[in-house]
């Protein structure tokens, strides 16, 4: 069955450094996704990206982080300075479309120190 | 603000009973309705979708609605001790057959522990 792959599994960082999360989304998808889980919190959503651009984005998603899909399989997470709040677990997701439910990828731990 | 709120248990059932998880929205917007379950660790894992109101089944699991009170739950009957995990209640404002991204509201979730 397909899946959504992310890489790597887990990332250790200092604050302040530059991130690139990976995700490559089921090849037939459309819409792609990007969620977070700090340890014991809720999944939240970040940013949703339909057609080469940003359809929606929250609250957490500031100027410090992009999405970019450098290629017809690769979808990215950048993180341009990153803080110690920004260590959680990173999902990336894809859905078909209409009447299709979003596959979550195995997801990226990010730890900053 | 958009709330789903869970209780966060831990609910312990034995083995073979009706597990019983419930969830409540504040945006009455609210269309579509997801359960997902997520061991720990893991990613959150789609077990089913509902966006009318009453009931709906898959196997051994199934969801309800109430729109009106704001309100889904999942039952799953037949417990086993591989269903113990975290169960995920999300919300999104789309109805599922709607075209457009999607931004689900999660719940904290609650902790299910079927125990053998």
């Known amino acids: 069955e397909p899946e959504v792959t992310q890489t790597p599994s887990h990332q250790v960082t200092q604050m302040g450094q530059e991130v690139i999360l990976r995700c490559v989304p089921i090849s037939n998808h459309l819409y792609f996704y990007w969620y977070r889980q700090i340890l014991g919190q809720k999944v939240e959503f970040l940013v949703s990206?339909?057609?080469?651009?940003?359809?929606?984005k929250s609250e957490i998603f500031d100027d410090q982080f992009s999405v970019e899909r450098p290629d017809g399989s690769n979808f990215t997470l950048k993180i341009r300075s990153t803080k110690l709040e920004d260590s959680a677990m990173y999902f990336c997701?894809?859905?078909?479309?209409?009447?299709?439910?979003?596959?979550f990828g195995n997801g990226t731990r990010l730890t900053v120190t | 603000q958009k709330e789903v709120e869970q209780n966060s248990g831990p609910l312990s059932v034995p083995e073979g009973a009706i597990a019983s998880l419930n969830c409540t929205y504040s945006?009455?917007?609210?269309?579509?309705f997801f359960w997902y379950r997520q061991y720990s660790g893991k990613s959150p894992e789609l077990i089913m979708f509902i966006y009318s109101n009453g009931d709906k089944e898959d196997g051994r699991f199934t969801a309800q609605l109430n729109k009106a009170s704001q309100y889904v739950s999942l039952l799953i009957r037949d417990s086993q001790p591989s269903d113990s995990a975290t169960y995920l209640c999300a919300v999104a404002p789309l109805a599922y057959s709607g075209a457009g991204s999607y931004q689900l509201t999660f719940g904290k979730g609650t902790k299910l522990s079927v125990i053998p």
């Open positions: 997701a894809s859905s078909e479309g209409d009447n299709s439910p979003l596959h």
């Open positions: 990206f339909y057609n080469n651009e940003i359809s929606e």
């Open positions: 945006d009455r917007g609210s269309q579509s």
